[in-house]
């Protein structure tokens, strides 16, 4: 945590580690990630995830993890902002069980754990922030996330190395507002976050 320049507290960091061992109980049975090893958990997910913690808006927002699995980026991001509301999608039902076990075990409050594929999900208003973690191409997110968003929404798409061609192949809707990189100790590969707007 003090490597990515944030600080926890006590029963945040204790929740960070709760995640993780249902993570990997859970894992045996249902296969919810091929990273087994629980130090390359904490690495690939945990630390992974968190590096785009400072990009998240200020309190009161509402974000949408579209595509989110075993509830990365979305579950270690609602138990760093407490005053963020963060929507987990999936349409896969083994994974959002255990989401739900997650948000039950945790107590996250501000969580919603949301079943459905994502071009079927309508919500009651535009989140402040789209976000994804090895989802899908730009293009297919900004098509499938389309009905999520209102001109002010950020969509945060985070990528291994810049995604060059993805960019190139941006619908006409879709605004480039940067590519930042990011930094995830321990891991020696590249990290980058794309954001887009929708005009």
């Not at 929740?15 to 130090?39: G, M, V």
């Not at 913690?53 to 138990?79: F, N």
């Not at 407490?82 to 989401?99: A, I, P, Y």
């Not at 594929?117 to 976000?131: G, I, K, N, S």
Request: charged share 25%; aromatic share 4%; with cysteine.
């Amino acid at each position: 945590m003090a490597s990515l320049g944030l600080a926890a507290t006590p029963a945040q960091r204790q929740a960070l580690l709760a995640y993780l061992e249902l993570l990997i109980r859970w894992n045996a049975s249902y296969n919810l990630t091929a990273i087994r090893d629980p130090l390359e958990m904490v690495t690939r997910h945990l630390l992974d995830s968190l590096a785009v913690l400072p990009h998240l808006p200020g309190t009161g927002h509402r974000a949408i993890d579209v595509g989110t699995g075993a509830g990365l980026p979305g579950v270690p991001l609602a138990i760093m902002r407490e005053d963020v509301t963060v929507d987990l999608l999936d349409s896969n039902g083994k994974k959002t069980r255990f989401l739900f076990q997650v948000k039950t075990a945790l107590g996250l409050d501000t969580m919603a754990v949301r079943h459905a594929r994502v071009e079927a999900w309508t919500p009651d208003a535009a989140y402040d922030v789209v976000l994804s973690r090895a989802f899908a191409s730009l293009s297919e997110m900004v098509t499938d996330c389309a009905q999520l968003c209102d001109g002010d929404t950020r969509i945060l798409a985070m990528k291994g190395r810049v995604p060059e061609e993805e960019l190139e192949a941006l619908p006409g809707t879709a605004r480039l507002v940067g590519v930042t990189p990011l930094e995830v100790p321990g891991l020696d590969e590249e990290r980058h976050l794309v954001e887009l707007r929708l005009d």
